[in-house]
């Protein structure tokens, strides 16, 4: 084991030196563990995963197909593999490479955005989901479906899914891409969509880490609702019985599917974290029908909320409320990091959550997520239900497999300030929060913008895309990219 590490370490500095020399004669702008910018460039959003590339191209806006036709030529000389990192939030740090001794691209400086006719706009691979949201609403006040976090990339964001509560209504942030414009292995700038490239366009909207790199998106965006309903329901002192929370998120789960209450216009999540259990969302309608209707449908059989919140927005200001704050994010320097562990569950909407499933989860949750080893917090969204725009997609449409969803869990536990590394034993508690979910059923997937480091490559594609889609995209791979240029630890492999 010795010699084998000494082996690597001795490789990493060959291949390391071999790509410096090349992006210096090409005039590529890079950063490598001696620069003074290095550690801030590498310093990771899951700082439990902190790998140390073998360089970071930095491509400038005005000259970045020239750059990355060279950078793409040094790796492959080299024998680098290559990640693309928009805004940096991957869970498992694949942005990073996934490994030491990657390149990585970094995107920071592809900040252009661009709002046309027709509701269309274009935005560079580095901008953030908070700036774009702003730019598209204070020109001609429209949207675009995402998340809640303004500081993400668009770049993993939207090719790998992209929920946000307007997701029911507009489908996901992926579904937006009209256009992309696309670095291949082999250094060429493509555009791609469904006409030109289609293979291409295809395997980008869902597995672009895979693929290639983005450098340009085309979206088409939505006239933004006049007002926005945003609710949260708090309801402490639930964590007593398995078999009554269970009952009480049964009736949940019935409201979702009642197709006289419910429509594309609601979408929200459920939050719990063995202390509270909070359900929050945003409806796209009229103040007076959502309290007597929806909300009177919704809390009907549950106990009376703790503390309650219903209030007309605008849409900007909901977008703020979700966020927490500004959606103004700097283009450079962005600092928020977390150190933490995370897994998901998608549930089928044909087979959706069971009682045995739900008194499992809850059973665990009681006797062991009251008094955790570390902070966690699982997040239900609904995905499926009547009307959803995520669900009018299939297979044929882009490569994302959860277009039958009902749910999408995610599980996420994080490190105490007072401690000094994230404990194993939080880690085990979440693998088993899961499994206290999935338990007797082999028809869950997982979702690919939670990606959770601890699953096997083979692991990763079934649950992620399952055999159908995965059999497709190895063919894509094949195609333009056979010596698997771009890698991480889950990525597909076209010929291994």
């Not at 003074?36 to 491509?59: E, F, G, H, Q, S």
């Not at 790998?160 to 060429?188: E, P």
């Not at 698997?484 to 291994?496: D, Y």
């Amino acid at each position: 084991m010795l010699l084998e590490s000494i082996l690597l370490v001795a490789a990493a500095a060959v291949t390391g030196a071999c790509v410096e020399e090349c992006l210096t004669s090409y005039n590529v702008p890079f950063s490598v563990e001696s620069s003074p910018d290095y550690n801030n460039l590498t310093k990771p959003y899951n700082l439990r995963l902190w790998y140390k590339p073998a360089v970071v191209v930095i491509p400038d806006n005005d000259k970045v197909e020239e750059q990355l036709h060279a950078a793409m030529r040094c790796a492959s000389m080299c024998g680098t593999k290559v990640q693309a990192k928009s805004g940096g939030h991957s869970y498992a740090s694949f942005s990073s490479g996934g490994r030491n001794g990657s390149m990585v691209v970094d995107l920071q400086n592809l900040q252009d955005i661009n709002v046309g006719g027709e509701g269309t706009v274009t935005a560079g691979a580095g901008v953030r989901i908070g700036t774009l949201a702003a730019a598209v609403y204070a020109r001609g006040k429209r949207g675009l479906a995402h998340g809640t976090c303004p500081g993400i990339g668009v770049g993993g964001h939207f090719t790998h899914g992209g929920f946000g509560y307007q997701s029911r209504a507009w489908g996901l942030a992926l579904d937006h891409i009209y256009a992309l414009d696309v670095v291949l292995s082999n250094g060429s700038m493509v555009h791609a969509t469904p006409d030109k490239y289609p293979e291409v366009y295809y395997a980008m909207r869902g597995a672009a880490d895979s693929f290639g790199i983005v450098t340009k998106f085309w979206l088409n965006t939505i006239q933004a609702p006049p007002s926005v309903i945003d609710f949260a329901f708090e309801f402490a002192g639930l964590y007593g019985s398995a078999e009554n929370l269970a009952d009480g998120f049964l009736h949940v789960q019935d409201f979702v599917r009642n197709s006289t209450v419910v429509d594309s216009n609601l979408g929200f999540g459920m939050y719990l974290d063995g202390q509270v259990l909070l359900l929050r969302g945003s409806y796209f309608g009229d103040l007076d029908h959502f309290n007597s209707v929806i909300a009177a449908e919704l809390l009907r059989g549950l106990p009376t909320p703790s503390t309650s919140m219903v209030n007309k927005h605008t849409y900007l200001e909901s977008l703020e409320l979700l966020a927490g704050g500004s959606l103004s994010v700097p283009a450079h320097g962005y600092d928020l990091h977390d150190n933490f562990f995370a897994k998901s569950i998608t549930v089928p909407e044909h087979a959706p959550l069971t009682r045995e499933n739900l008194v499992s989860y809850f059973s665990y949750i009681i006797a062991k997520g009251v008094n955790p080893p570390a902070p966690w917090f699982s997040i239900l969204n609904l995905y499926g239900g009547p009307g959803s725009k995520i669900n009018a997609k299939d297979l044929d449409f882009a490569a994302y497999s959860d277009r039958k969803s009902l749910w999408v869990f995610q599980h996420y536990v994080f490190k105490e300030e007072n401690q000094t590394a994230l404990p194993q034993e939080g880690m085990d508690f979440i693998t088993g929060l899961s499994q206290a979910v999935t338990q007797n059923r082999t028809d869950f997937g997982a979702y690919l913008n939670y990606v959770d480091p601890s699953l096997s490559a083979e692991e990763a594609y079934q649950l992620y895309y399952g055999q159908e889609l995965y059999d497709r995209l190895v063919e894509i791979k094949r195609l333009v990219d056979p010596y698997n240029l771009f890698w991480n630890p889950q990525t597909i492999v076209g010929f291994p």
